[in-house]
């Protein structure tokens, strides 16, 4: 989840986009009456799968392909459901989500959130890295407690880099955090090698992940160093870390090859939880499936039951073979385990399953369980709570005998941005990316020589127009130069594929809103260099100034 020099590729045009005669949809009521980007991307030839990887130079050439392969939900499900909505999540620029919903009802709700995210300091922060910078702040104005951290042990074990040129890189990054509007009194500023707290949670997670797992995940080998498997956990434990002090809706933005420390940071706060809650129908276990089964023979009862109020097992495992012939293995399975149950009557209950409860937790949970319930060695039926009721009472449970109570934490995915030379964005091609320390006149230069959309003639450009969505100097409009102004952004666009706008001049207009842009960055940079010292971050490390081997 952390964000460094390589996770800025180029995404490749959309083809939905271009399908659709351009990138703007008109106003519709999810969007708050603003002009929202399409979900997309163009599928590469050859690409048949997406793969993620944290540490390597990822391309995504269809985002599409992430919803499918990796369950990733597509933001503009839930944009409408999310108050004031960052120009980010309007233009589509953060285009996917796991488990949004319930950061966007905090919002709404007024009740405590977290956002989080962490930077790895392997060079100078760029305009691709501003996304996640402006991510966090939008989060913390919105009333959620904002935490950015410095993944320096992650830099030192996975990158090699040593702690004199960290601490040279953090400071980079935390002045243009700053710069850019995090509120440092109202947020929390980190290092990972300094605190002890999250060190401590890492080593709690660590005891419920192994080494197939990590080798599964991240393709780790036998050549993989353990510090390197080490700072896996201990992002484990960062993602985890606002909900240290109380269990709340946690988001962190990320680029959407950060996804496998997402999925496993989500199964890790599940399996510290001392109690799972879920739907049951009888005694016996059943898998989502099954119970899905189990959900439509309960509903059918009137069709088959001799009493309707009380359905037996057996009668429903008749039901089932009749009248569910697909799936095949769920269906069998289910109907065998009814079967054996017979007489037992099919009812729905909530069930808490016991995962890593004490003996006393789990006696605490049988008491605090008011009405009808069974008890039985690892699970405990109860018929008068809802599922919402169950799991707040579990988790209080937990917290009142000493376990985390974590929720889920959830994520935000937004495109990679194109390098100005086309093809990706990479710090190791200086043409490709405006750093944020770029002197103001070398920002105006480099976009001035970006590669357009352009086509070969202004008079082929005004009879055809611009093609705007595979213009690396328009994603610089929609992504930053025009800020919170859609009007502005779509005006461009339009202009663009309409052919009123021809590269020289759109060129010109963005080389010189970039270099006002970082003149007025570094102005801020300056201000806040010299108040780091009141800040409470150490950034001069005490470790050894040596590489890495």
Request: charge should be negative.
């Amino acid at each position: 989840m952390t964000t460094d020099d390589s996770h800025h590729d180029d995404a490749s045009p959309d083809e939905d986009r271009r399908q659709s005669g351009g990138a703007w949809r008109e106003p519709d009521a999810r969007s708050g009456g603003n002009p929202v980007l399409p979900d997309g991307g163009t599928e590469a030839e050859g690409a048949d799968e997406a793969t993620l990887d944290p540490w390597g130079s990822s391309t995504i050439a269809d985002y599409r392909k992430l919803f499918e392969q990796f369950g990733i939900e597509e933001f503009d499900e839930v944009l409408s459901e999310v108050p004031n909505p960052h120009y980010l999540m309007r233009r589509g620029v953060i285009f996917g989500h796991r488990d949004y919903r319930p950061v966007a009802e905090a919002m709404r709700n007024d009740d405590p959130f977290a956002a989080l995210s962490g930077f790895m300091p392997t060079g100078d922060p760029h305009i691709g890295h501003k996304l996640v910078f402006d991510e966090i702040i939008w989060h913390q104005q919105q009333g959620g407690d904002a935490y950015a951290l410095i993944a320096d042990l992650e830099a030192h074990s996975a990158r090699g880099l040593s702690w004199d040129e960290i601490d040279e890189h953090a400071t980079n990054y935390l002045l243009s955090l700053l710069a850019l509007g995090f509120d440092p009194d109202e947020g929390t500023l980190y290092r990972q090698s300094d605190n002890r707290a999250v060190q401590d949670l890492a080593f709690e997670l660590g005891a419920e992940a192994n080494f197939s797992e990590l080798q599964a995940i991240y393709d780790f080998d036998g050549e993989t160093d353990v510090s390197h498997m080490q700072s896996v956990v201990t992002q484990m434990a960062d993602i985890l870390y606002p909900q240290l002090d109380e269990p709340k809706p946690t988001v962190i933005p990320v680029g959407p090859d950060q996804d496998p420390h997402m999925r496993l940071a989500r199964d890790l706060a599940a399996r510290m939880r001392f109690f799972g809650v879920t739907e049951a129908f009888a005694s016996f276990e059943a898998d989502s499936v099954e119970r899905t089964l189990l959900r439509q023979a309960y509903d059918a009862r009137e069709e088959y039951a001799e009493d309707a109020d009380r359905p037996r097992c057996g009668e429903a495992a008749d039901w089932l073979r009749d009248h569910q012939p697909a799936p095949a293995d769920a269906r069998q399975s289910v109907v065998a385990k009814l079967d054996e149950a017979g007489k037992e009557p099919l009812r729905p209950r909530i069930r808490f399953l016991d995962r890593n409860a004490t003996d006393v937790a789990f006696e605490a949970l049988i008491e605090a369980i008011d009405g009808e319930k069974r008890v039985y060695d690892e699970h405990i039926d109860t018929f008068d709570l809802d599922h919402a009721e169950a799991e707040e009472l579990a988790r209080q449970v937990e917290l009142d005998n000493g376990g985390y109570g974590f929720q889920p934490p959830s994520s935000i995915y937004h495109r990679f941005m194109t390098g100005l030379t086309g093809g990706k964005m990479s710090s190791s091609i200086p043409a490709s990316h405006i750093s944020l320390l770029d002197d103001p006149e070398d920002g105006y230069d480099k976009v001035k020589s970006a590669t357009t959309g352009g086509r070969s003639t202004a008079e082929e450009q005004r009879e055809k127009g611009g093609k705007a969505d595979e213009c690396p100097v328009y994603e610089l409009y929609a992504y930053l130069l025009s800020g919170d102004d859609d009007e502005f952004a779509k005006e461009v666009y339009d202009e663009c594929v309409g052919g009123e706008r021809l590269c020289g001049g759109c060129k010109e207009q963005a080389a010189e809103l970039m270099e006002q842009f970082l003149e007025d960055h570094q102005e801020k940079r300056a201000e806040w260099e010299d108040k780091l010292d009141e800040l409470d971050i150490d950034l001069d490390s005490d470790r050894a100034p040596t590489s890495a081997d």
